[in-house]
């Protein structure tokens, strides 16, 4: 699964149940999607290691 961050969105790569699974989890560490983008780099790597 890839996960790219950019500044206007994310996009997500992956088999549909791991998408699901991850905006799952992500949804309840952000509320919107604005949040995600400017989080610190750090902090959004270390969701992706738990996950993995």
Known sequence: MKIYIQSN????VGKPK???LMIKHYMNHYET???WIQ???TKSKS???LIQ
């Open 39 to 41: 989080a610190s780099p």
């Open 33 to 35: 999607i604005e949040e």
């Open 9 to 12: 969105g994310v996009t997500m």
């Open 18 to 20: 791991q998408i699901q």
């Open 47 to 49: 969701h992706l290691k």
